[in-house]
């Protein structure tokens, strides 16, 4: 087929293209305007058009199914409309009407006996095969996310409960290691010999040697307090450790730094049933504390039966460790019979048995403690918003009126594991009595007013006789802070692992444990015949 044009665009001819016949001859009426132009414009025309009714039925066809539309396919339905045109961008119409729907769900409950996917694979896979419109789609969502959320919960809180037993239990090692030592005491003399010798007695009470108080049961945490202090000390021979145990650790204990000496300076090792003053006449809470059945049910009871899955894991784990056994010990109770039990001293360094000691601690004995009676680093102020942030709050439980009258929740806290003490100065004060006040108030109101251990009484009965120190002198957190700053770490005086995550257990933070190993004997023949082994890895400076 052939199209020809006269050259006055008078007349076209369409003829076979063949060239035998013409078919059609069209004349072309006299023109007011040039053929040329008008043939132009309708080629124009005839290029442009589509452009506009393309889109414009589109549009149409969509505002006549915009009512009907339900599905999800609708929701991600196209719009070809160029821009110039108005159509609107699929991606802001797909989010704004997802929102829309979101939103609808979100006050609405879960219909009951609908089947929750268990992941998003099996959420996808229901989605295409039940072609869901985009209201059914939504609720479906918020149900796997809701499901999701509390395995997650659950699975934390187990967490948390499995670190609990972990750190209230006793490594396999370190009772391998109380054994073996027991049974060395009773079969050889060296390890029962006197601490310290006899002519060394005098110093025990002697008040121009710096003189540190260790209340424990874990031998190998006793020895690491011990050897950190001995390298950072300028004057060794100036240190006196006072370390006190329990009854059946005393053999143990003392055969161990019978056998490792810790010359020059100078070591005595007590059981509490060796002390005349320590007797349940003098402390007649104790006995209460052991035998009300509240406390045993507290500290002894199913752990499980508290968990809660509206708890946080940090909630869950600072109630845990409000269960702690330890806190029925009389080794934990023993610091506030300090004046009682070394009658002779004026002034002693208590220690938890979980520091670690990095710097020469003599300047504190220099430290003018204004007539009060403990030093301590407050824990209201650092960096460490986690960890530095304690007040009265924290420990106590304000809504029991006992407490809301006669404390103030915004007052700071301040830390127990290393505490200058003023023996002198605490005999002036009835800090002892209001100790034992408030426990038996505590006990009398079923464990109400607080749940944590020896901190809050405490807290409560040195009100007006805390002297702040420098917070470089201890740092709190290592055995729950896991993000801890390994710089700061290295640069405090006292790094202390307060917390479940102990530096001897299996679930001690790795990147932290390496400051504590480091102080092990792990050469000596108790330590290697009770397979207690150096951690391979290789401390960071993270």
């Known amino acids: ?101 979101l939103d609808q769900v979100n006050m609405e409950e879960i219909p009951d006996g609908m089947k929750t996917p268990e992941s998003f694979n099996e959420l996808l896979s229901d989605m295409k095969n039940n072609q869901y419109d985009a209201k059914t789609f939504a609720i479906k969502l918020k149900s796997t996310i809701e499901n999701l ?3 997650i919960r659950k699975s934390r809180l187990a967490e948390q409960m499995h670190k609990h037993f972990a750190a209230s239990a006793i490594p396999k090692g370190i009772h391998c290691l109380s054994l073996r030592l027991t049974d060395e005491y009773s079969s050889n003399a060296r390890a029962r010999k006197q601490l310290p010798p006899p002519e060394l007695l005098t110093l025990l009470s002697n008040n121009f040697h710096q003189h540190f108080v260790l209340a424990t049961d874990n031998i ?34 003392h055969a161990w730094f019978a056998l490792n000496s810790v010359s020059p300076a100078i ?85 938890d048995d979980d520091v670690v000691i990095q710097r020469d601690l003599s300047p504190l004995w220099d430290i003018d403690l204004g007539g009060k009676v403990n030093g301590a680093v407050e824990t209201c102020r ?19 009126p006992l407490i809301a009258k006669n404390l103030d929740p915004d007052e700071c806290a301040w830390a127990y594991g290393m505490n200058i003490f003023d023996l002198a100065a605490w005999r002036k004060t009835n800090i002892r009595d209001t100790y034992h006040h408030w426990l038996k108030e505590n006990l009398k109101s079923n464990l109400t007013m607080w749940k944590l251990g020896t901190l809050p009484p405490a807290l409560i009965s040195f009100r007006g006789n805390v002297h702040p120190i420098d917070p470089s002198w201890h740092m709190l957190g290592l055995g729950y802070q896991e993000k801890t700053n390994i710089q700061s770490v290295k640069k405090a005086a006292v790094i202390h692992y307060n917390g479940q995550s102990k530096p ?39």
């Open 1 to 101: 087929m052939q199209l020809r044009f006269s050259p006055s665009m008078r007349s076209i001819t369409i003829s076979s293209t063949n060239g035998f016949l013409d078919l059609m001859k069209i004349k072309v009426a006299a023109r007011y305007i040039s053929y040329r132009t008008f043939f132009h414009f309708i080629l124009f025309a005839a290029i442009l058009l589509p452009f506009f009714f393309i889109p414009a039925a589109m549009v149409t066809l969509e505002r006549i199914n915009a009512n009907k539309c339900s599905s999800l396919d609708c929701l991600t339905g196209r719009r070809w409309g160029p821009g110039f045109l108005g159509g609107a961008d699929d991606s802001t119409r797909l989010v704004s009407e997802l929102y829309k729907v």
């Open 382 to 400: 650092g960096e460490d918003g986690w960890v530095m942030s304690k007040r009265f709050r924290t420990y106590f439980n304000f809504s029991h």
């Open 220 to 253: 190998l945490a006793a020895s690491v307090v011990v050897n950190s202090i001995l390298k950072s000390s300028s004057k060794p021979e100036k240190i006196v450790f006072h370390v006190i145990t329990d009854k059946k650790t005393y053999a143990g204990m």
């Open 504 to 542: 001897w257990l299996e679930i001690a933070y790795k990147h932290l444990q390496s400051f504590w190993t480091k102080h092990v004997n792990y050469t000596n023949d108790f330590i290697r015949n009770c397979h207690i082994m150096e951690p391979e890895y290789q401390q960071t400076d993270g």
């Open 267 to 351: 070591i005595e090792v007590k059981g509490v049933h060796q002390f005349d003053w320590l007797t349940r006449e003098n402390v007649p809470v104790l006995e209460a504390i052991e035998s009300h059945n509240v406390v045993r049910n507290h500290y002894h009871g199913d752990h499980v039966r508290g968990a809660n899955l509206s708890d946080t894991p940090r909630l869950f784990a600072s109630k845990l460790q409000a269960r702690s056994p330890k806190y029925i010990s009389i080794l934990n109770h023993l610091r506030i019979y300090l004046p009682e039990l070394f009658p002779n001293l004026s002034k002693v360094v208590f220690l």
């Open 149 to 151: 959320d509390r395995e």
